[in-house]
């Protein structure tokens, strides 16, 4: 008995102390440049950001200090610290400027942060220590030379062999820390003794390859033994393999080639370096034959040289490698999110087709490829196919992939079982058809392994439509699939490019699926580094179309994206270093628009694969180009301004709004009708003029009746990749929710859920790349992974589920919630995981009718929260009539209740009239 009390006493203790400890605010998720721990970057001043934990509500951060110091014992000790900030009075907890003196190159450091917060007086405890590491800042500190393979056969129409690259050396100091810097020309992968250095893919990555190429760090301390041998294996990749249409290859180069680093520090305080140069030895008669991202690999088992990253390798018959002149004054830190293998999924099924192919159906469309196992004969050739769908008969259909033969070989050396996976390549598929084997393999020896940019998944979107529901994750599947370093297009066909538009008009709905901050970053880098001398932004980045720019729509990537970010992660140096490419690109439009204010008369994409119909009297929707690119001259120009306004550029600001507003008038005199009738009446073009705010006032409503009567009468979208991602926002912000729906909703073509009910697992690249009688789209241009048109994932999150920026506090620091109801939707439920913590935004309509509305608003930031149909009578928060206190604040809207909040969880509850 008294056993039991006490051990009831030691629980209750135990309970109060953690509610105690819980009611504390602490500091987490310490991040430098939006990376856990950096290891090897490039930025002076980097900036950091944390989160705040608390159980308590309506908690802000009051003030901060922050201590960086050269290990983590200094960091308490004042003479030690490399910087102190001092307790500075702000509730900025998001991108706060490392302020202490420049770092040197390779020095690693660490800080830590606490925080005052509104519920105490006394400063929090101390964060655990993050820290971050620099890279090689200096182009001569780059003592490593180029290393190439000598008197390599020309390219004759096929992927040359891989290249592989080894030395030894040895260590005889206890060591500190070791780190190796390493890029090349072409794809490298780094084994050190045998094993794999990283789990990093297609390094050095990908990006405009004469002005930016990016190195990786990686900390091989644990690795290194007293004997050591380093090898490399190089491949083709998008460097000199095939990229673009028409056969193009070795754009970039002829010659693959490495470069690589290796810094060892001894806890003696001496160091050694290890570099590439005239002491190492190359081969090319390995078993990666064959390397090419459309093409796929061709692995000669036969030619494997066990043990060639290794010690004791005899290496007598590998070549001195050559040592090649090439700039080091262009490398650069990598910044971005590296690719890796993310997951693994199992076949469905096995299906032998009507032509009787041996097919396995991964039940996804994804990208990456398959691991294997397989048993075979000396001598065996396997090959296998890669292809998203299967034709009208069944069959295995690869004419979309155009000429990219997205085939993996496999040659056996003996007769055996192997595990196979290629290296330096990746296919976009569902279905995998394997020839030369002569048994079906089981199932489970077959593996698809999904890679990608490892960014974090930060957002969910779910309801009670399992339609809508296979629709968010075929948009996720499509950001998976087509994020792989640079956000592509597609990732199947011989294309797989950084298309700008398709880019841009993603970009909201890529940052609530998954953490873009970083893969964001690095790729306006190259677009800056792309753009041509006159101002040109080029309509891929990396730009492999040799220099072809300026479309509408897709070149304004270079504003969009920058604002987007800012939007989303609070970012303002990405307004700031994107800043002379876009005032480059507004000065190039009017140039070409010249003294009208238009911008007329230049080939564009347009509103790229809008609705198109069989119907002698309406070919489908077209929508001028000439209306498209002032439409977006003036968005731009205006967003130019703003973006002035921000980051302190006053004058220009004025001047870009001035600007824009000479385009707007100009706009009006050639393209609306004194009755607010459009030129092209078309969705996109009402889209465009009402979601940018193109009409004087008092034609709003009547381009807005044209607008609503327009998809009243098809009862579907017309739109393509301009008018799409507009459309619902669009129709939602006049007030029309109930036609958003409507199209959401609609599941014949066109719309979005036509492909969920024909099965996809990806957003196609057209309305209707598969028809309804199985026949295909045009074979020039139908990827079955395109996410373009899954731009519609940002109205899902921002109106259905209600989770919104407010641009005077952008980053989510104070949130807008404000959810609509409609569709016939019974429940809706979203989270985004924002830079301050998550938010979460859910609504249901019980069974009793009424809406039940449940938010999270994380702490140091502050809610508006808009409650449809509510009064606050009626309102209940927390299951208690809503409080005097919380009346006297709300506001009534005319059918809304608008609602402050600070952070916490609440549950709004009140009778509510479906509409
Ligand atoms: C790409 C698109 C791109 C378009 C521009 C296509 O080949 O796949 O997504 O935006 O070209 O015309």
Redesign the pocket.
Known sequence: MKRTIKLFILLLIAVATSTVALAKTEVVKLVTEYHENPVGIDIQKPRFSWKLISNAENVMQTAYEIRVAGSKKDLSKKSKQIWNSGKVTSDKSVNVVYGGPALKSMQRVYWQVRVWDNKSNKAGSWSNPAFWETGILQPKLWTAEWITLPNEKKYNGKSRPAQYYRTGFAVAKKIKLARIYATSLGLYQLFLNGEKVSDQLFTPGWTSYNNRLQYQTYDVTPMLKKENAIGAILGDGWYRGNIGWGGQHSYYGDKLALLLQLKIDYTDGTSETIVTGKNWKVSNAGPVVESDIYNGELYDARLEMEGWSNTGFDDKKWKPVEVLNHPKDILVASQGVPVKAIEEIKPIKQITTPKGEMVFDMGQNMVGWLRIKLKGQKGDVVKIKFAEVLDKEGNFYTANLRSAKATDTYIFKDNNEVVYEPCFTFHGFRFVMLEGVAKAPAMDNITGVVIHSDMKPTGTFSCSEPLINQLQHNIQWGQKGNFLDVPT??PQRD?RLG?T??AQVFSMTAAFNFDVAAFYTKWMKDIAADQLPDGKIT?VVPDVLKGGGAATG?ADVVAIIPWSVYNVYGDKRILETSYPAITKWVKYMANRAGDDYLWTGDPH?GD?LAFASNRSDYPGATTDKDLIATAYFYYTTNLTGKIASIIGKKSDADYYKEQAAKIKAAFNAEFVTTNGRLMSNTQTAYALALAFGLLPDDLVDKATKYFTDDVTKFKHLTTG?LGTPLLCKTLSAVGRDDLAFMLLNRKGYPSWLYPVTEGATTIW?RWDGQKPDGSFQDTG?N?FN?Y?YGAIGEWLYSYVAGINIDIEKPGYKHILLSPHAGGGLDSVSATFMSMYGEIKSAWKIDDDGMFVYTVEVPANTTATVTLPEAYSGSLKVNSEPATDELKAKATQNDNNLVVEIGSGRYEFKYPYEVR
Do not use: K, L, Q, T
Request: some cysteine; charged content about 25%; aromatic content about 32%.
């Open positions: 297009d597609c294309e298309w538009g398709d309509h897709w994409f790229w990749f690249e241009m990827s395109h373009a």
